[in-house]
Structure formats: C-alpha cells, structure tokens
C-alpha cells in the first residue's frame, strides 16, 4: 500500500516562510511526477508547483518567486519551500506522486495523495 504523508503546515505571519515536506512509503519501484497542490474553503483545488524525476520544474503564476519545489530521489520525497507568504496563501496543502508500485502482486502505475497538511498565513 503506497501511502504519502505530508508534514511541515502550520500558522505564519504574513511575509513568513515555511517548508512542507511529504514522502511515500510502500512497495515503490519508481516516481514519475511528484507536485503540490493546495484548495482554500470554498476553492477548487489548484496545483502549486510540480516536478519531474529528472528535476523539471512547473509553478503556478502565483507561486513563481516565492516558492520552490525539490525532491530527493532517494527518499522519494518531495518538499515544497515557501517564502513570503501571503494571507491568500491560506489552504490546505496536499502532495502528490504518480507511482509505480508493487500491490499484491500486481504492478499498478497510479496517481496517489497525501492527507493534507493546514497552512495558515495570518497576523
């Protein structure tokens, strides 16, 4: 069972940073893509930045020079580094990896999501 936990959320003032953090555990044979999106109350979920496994990046408009995604291969982790953050930064963060993976005994290739993790930006 593939399973990817994020870690890192927490309460900020505005102009603040934060690192979040998510790794996958299970039977992984390897990770394409891995990303962050985020979803305000009241919001579609929108994606924030995302990578490839060769390190390619893609950010949302509103995420460019302020946040940077990075993963560690060895690890299959992937982290997200937010900078001077905004009230409207306000969201619950999710990460997400597309896998290849070993599921009783059958190889599944999948899009898999982390629970989530709370980022306040409020003074």
């Known amino acids: 069972q593939v399973q990817l936990v994020e870690s890192g959320g927490g309460l900020v003032q505005p102009g603040g940073s934060l690192r979040l953090s998510c790794a996958a555990s299970g039977s992984i044979f390897s990770i394409n893509a891995m990303g962050w999106y985020r979803q305000a109350p009241g919001k579609q979920r929108e994606l924030v930045a995302s990578i490839s496994s060769g390190g390619s990046t893609n950010y949302a408009d509103s995420a460019k020079d302020r946040f940077t995604i990075s993963r560690d291969n060895a690890k299959n982790a992937v982290y997200l580094q937010m900078n001077s953050l905004k009230p409207e930064d306000t969201a619950v963060y999710y990460c997400?990896?597309?896998?290849?993976?070993?599921?009783?005994?059958?190889?599944?290739?999948?899009?898999?999501w982390g629970q989530g993790t709370q980022v306040t930006v409020s003074s």
């Open positions: 997400t990896a597309y896998v290849t993976a070993l599921q009783a005994m059958v190889v599944i290739r999948d899009d898999y």
